[in-house]
């Protein structure tokens, strides 16, 4: 069992930066593949970043590639997504999720994570 908590949304003008957090409880961390998923009103959860076990392999959907960085640290039992040069369009609730993972395999389909947590706001104003 993983427990996921996300933190750093926010509002921010277009055009700055925000960075989201997500803790992990246990202490196998480095064996789960992490992954950040989006979901604006009226909209389906959409996959946005994700990164192997060991933060070797990372994977973007096009529309952030560039300005998102998603990253890991293993000894403290946390993934990162740094978003920069944001857009009203990426304003959503963002959620990290964990699965059990190969190593060197990054998953970009929601249906691929076993754990989620529970979301955290991101608006962006024009």
């Known amino acids: 069992q993983v427990q996921l908590v996300e933190s750093g949304g926010g509002l921010v003008q277009a055009g700055g930066s925000l960075r989201l957090s997500c803790a992990a409880s246990?202490?196998?961390?480095?064996?789960?593949?992490m992954g950040w998923f989006r979901q604006a009103p009226g909209k389906e959860r959409e996959f946005v970043a994700a990164i192997s076990r060991s933060g070797g392999k990372t994977y973007y959907v096009d529309s952030v590639k560039g300005r998102f960085t998603i990253s890991r640290d293993n000894a403290k039992n946390t993934v990162y997504l740094q978003m920069n040069s944001l857009k009203p369009e990426d304003t959503a609730v963002y959620y990290c999720?964990?699965?059990?993972?190969?190593?060197?395999?990054?998953?970009?389909?929601?249906?691929?994570?076993?754990?989620w947590g529970q979301g955290t706001q991101v608006t962006v104003s024009s």
């Open positions: 246990g202490r196998t961390f480095s064996s789960y593949c």
């Open positions: 999720a964990a699965v059990f993972g190969t190593y060197g395999v990054v998953v970009t389909t929601a249906r691929g994570y076993d754990y």
